[in-house]
Each structure stands twice: as structure tokens, then as C-alpha cells.
């Protein structure tokens, strides 16, 4: 069993600055695409950034030039810094990693999401 834990988020004004963390633990084996998704309040849930490897980041339109991701594979971290805020990226934040496990013996790809973090951004 894998588990993923988010720190981070809260409540900051537009133009001000918030970092998350999502840290993924247990029987890991590997991980591969980690990524953060939000889901704003009557709205689907939407990809934020996602990162492979080291260098190999994404980013939605609308965070460019704003978010950054990273990872510490040796920790199993991603992080997502987001500056310049705006009140549209309230929502809740997951993280989503993609990894291999060890499930009764077995080598076994998975995705596990996080419990969600909530940002808010007054204007």
C-alpha cells in the first residue's frame, strides 16, 4: 500500500504566494509522472502542472509563467510553488503520482491520489 500525504495551501491574497508538497510512502518500487490537479467549485477537476523525470514539466495555459514544479525523487516529494496568484486558482489541490509497488510479491503499476489541499485567493 502506497500512501500520499499534501502539506501546504491555506488562504493568501491576490498576488501573494503559497507552496504545496505531496509526499508518497510505502511499498515503492519506482515512481514515474507526478503531477497536481485542482478542482474549483463546480468545476471538473483539472491538471495543473506534471513533471516526469527531472525536466520534463507541463503546465496549463493559465499558470504559466506563475506555478513551478519539482520533485526530490530520493524523498518522493513534488512539490508545486505558485506565485502571483489570482483569486481563479482557488480550489482544492491534489496531488496524482503514478508509480510502481510491490503488491503480494508482484511488481504493480498504480496511480494514488492525494486527500487534497485547499488554496484561497481573496481579491
Known amino acids: 500500500q502506497v500512501q500520499l500525504v499534501e502539506g501546504g495551501g491555506g488562504l493568501v491574497q491576490a498576488g501573494g504566494s503559497l507552496g504545496l508538497s505531496c509526499t508518497a510512502s510505502?511499498?515503492?518500487?519506482?515512481?514515474?509522472?507526478m503531477g497536481w490537479y485542482r478542482q474549483a467549485p463546480g468545476k471538473q477537476r483539472e491538471l495543473v502542472a506534471s513533471i516526469i523525470g527531472v525536466g520534463n514539466t507541463n503546465y496549463a495555459d493559465s499558470v504559466k509563467g506563475r506555478f513551478a514544479i519539482g520533485r526530490d525523487n530520493a524523498k518522493n516529494t513534488v512539490y508545486l510553488q505558485m506565485n502571483s496568484l489570482e483569486a481563479e486558482d482557488t480550489g482544492v489541490y491534489y496531488c496524482?503520482?503514478?508509480?510502481?509497488?510491490?503488491?503480494?510479491?508482484?511488481?504493480?503499476?498504480?496511480?494514488?491520489w492525494g486527500q487534497g489541499t485547499q488554496v484561497t485567493v481573496s481579491s
Open positions: 496524482n503520482v503514478d508509480l510502481w509497488e510491490v503488491d503480494s510479491s508482484q511488481y504493480v503499476a498504480r496511480a494514488y
Open positions: 510505502g511499498s515503492i518500487v519506482s515512481v514515474n509522472e
